[in-house]
């Protein structure tokens, strides 16, 4: 049995500023999601889903640190300009 972690409408513009989006729970998935394909145990329709799924949940991640990691370099930048 796979519990179904598809958002429904995934946005990845704005996937990461929904409310009580937490990036290690997100990642905590990811891992779960790998370790229900590593089984075996998943039918192979089920086993494309949740890749599919990680996938949509990495590029949150990669959205999530991308925009964090911008705003780091903004802040260093003002830094240097004080």
């Not at 796979?2 to 929904?18: C, H, L, P």
């Not at 989006?21 to 192979?44: F, K, M, N, P, V």
């Not at 925009?67 to 930048?77: A, C, M, W």
Request: glycine share 4%; hydrophobic share 35%; aromatic share 8%.
């Amino acid at each position: 049995m796979v519990k179904s972690k598809k958002n429904s409408g995934f946005d990845d513009t704005d996937a990461t500023q929904k409310k009580g989006w937490i990036y290690e729970q997100r990642i905590a998935e990811i891992e779960d999601i790998i370790s229900r394909i590593e089984t075996g145990e998943l039918e192979l329709e089920e086993v494309f889903d949740e890749f599919t799924t990680a996938v949509e949940f990495l590029r949150e991640c990669e959205k999530f640190l991308v925009s964090r990691q911008q705003q780091v370099d903004l802040l260093v930048e003002t830094l240097k300009e004080e």
